[in-house]
T-cell receptor, first 112, second 115 residues
Framework: SQQGEEDPQALSIQEGENATMNCSYK?????LQWYRQNSGRGLVHLIL?????REKHSGRLRVTLDTSKKSSSLLITASRAADTASYFC????????????FGIGTKLQVIP | EPEVTQTPSHQVTQMGQEVILRCVPI?????FYWYRQILGQKVEFLVS????????KSEIFDDQFSVERPDGSNFTLKIRSTKLEDSAMYFC?????????????FGEGSWLTVV
């Protein structure tokens, strides 16, 4: 598997339900960031979690990080049709390197 | 919220032509990046730039590519002789530093279509 792989690759839920997306990575990281991308648009930063943090919240978003399993999850609670987008995790390697590696993304569809 | 701005939003160019994509990073940021996303594929790192020089680059960033910060605000990506496979969305990004709390902010992207 590749650095920053999300699963599932596609997820379809009803409005109001929770959406959970997972990300796995291979190397030691400095931090992990989640981004949203609406079709053909830019990457919108959602949340950053440092390697020494285990959980972070921002509004309806909850991110967890398990460095022992090299995995992270993004939970969107009470989903809305406007949450329909692709979601990517991006890992920054430890050691001060600047290259951030993106996963393949999860395409979320929220059905009104 | 401050944002990274990119121009043009879309450019169509003929194979072999030179293209310059422009970016204005967030004003107090020190690190600048270019990424690209071929349609339907992953976002890929191209290059990072700090203190007026390239700090990291990927295998994709070959001699056909160059970056420049011509003044205090702009950051450009030049592709010297475009190929069909250069067709992609190119994202500029910037960050304040490379600490563990470092957020990388992306622009809206420039769609490049090479025909």
């Amino acid at each position: 598997s590749q650095q920053g792989e999300e699963d599932p690759q596609a997820l379809s839920i009803q409005e109001g339900e929770n959406a959970t997306m997972n990300c796995s990575y291979k190397t030691s990281i400095n931090n992990l960031q989640w981004y949203r991308q609406n079709s053909g648009r830019g990457l919108v930063h959602l949340i950053l979690i440092r390697s020494n943090e285990r959980e972070k919240h921002s509004g309806r978003l909850r991110v967890t990080l398990d460095t022992s399993k090299k995995s992270s999850s993004l939970l969107i609670t009470a989903s809305r049709a406007a949450d329909t987008a692709s979601y990517f995790c991006a890992t920054a390697p430890s050691g001060g390197y600047q290259k951030v590696t993106f996963g393949i993304g999860t395409k979320l569809q929220v059905i009104p | 919220e401050p944002e990274v701005t990119q121009t043009p939003s879309h450019q169509v160019t003929q194979m072999g032509q030179e293209v310059i994509l422009r970016c204005v990073p967030i004003s107090n940021h020190l690190y600048f990046y270019w990424y690209r996303q071929i349609l339907g594929q992953k976002v890929e790192f191209l290059v990072s730039f700090y203190n007026n020089e390239i700090s990291e680059k990927s295998e994709i960033f070959d001699d056909q590519f160059s970056v420049e910060r011509p003044d205090g605000s702009n950051f450009t990506l030049k592709i010297r002789s475009t190929k069909l496979e250069d067709s992609a969305m190119y994202f500029c990004a910037s960050s304040l530093d490379t600490s563990s709390g470092n957020t990388i902010y992306f622009g809206e992207g420039s769609w490049l279509t090479v025909v």
